[in-house]
């Protein structure tokens, strides 16, 4: 069992930028976070499995958020610049046991999420 701990939500204006941490409690194959907005269904923003040299991003945020890690610590970071309004949703970090991409149903794990607000 793997437990995700997710951090760095908030609220800020457009244009600006945060990074959400996942620290994990143990190895998994591929991350990824995803977002989902109220009324919307649960949207994959970013992947990586790193043993197969493959990161995914949804078209939305390419350019703007990116996704790196930290071996060492077991954990995954999400950097995101030039926040829009339509990026405010509940972020989540999820893990697999093997490649995931950006289809929910393929991961394992799920960790809590956290409230990202964009204000124009």
């Known amino acids: 069992q793997v437990q995700l701990v997710e951090s760095g939500g908030g609220s800020v204006q457009a244009g600006g930028s945060l990074r959400l941490s996942c620290a994990a409690s143990?190895?998994?194959?591929?991350s990824a976070w995803f977002r989902q907005a109220p009324g919307k269904e649960r949207e994959g923003v970013a992947a990586i499995t790193p043993r197969a040299g493959s990161t995914y991003y949804a078209d939305s945020v390419k350019g703007r958020f990116t996704f790196s890690q930290d071996n060492a610590k077991n954990t995954v970071y999400l950097q995101m610049n030039s926040l829009k309004p339509e990026d405010t949703a509940m972020y989540y970090c999820?893990?697999?046991?093997?490649?995931?991409?950006?289809?929910?149903?393929?991961?394992?794990?799920w960790g809590q999420g956290t409230q990202v607000t964009v204000s124009s």
């Open positions: 143990g190895y998994t194959y591929s």
């Open positions: 999820a893990a697999a046991y093997l490649r995931g991409g950006l289809a929910p149903e393929r991961y394992n794990y």
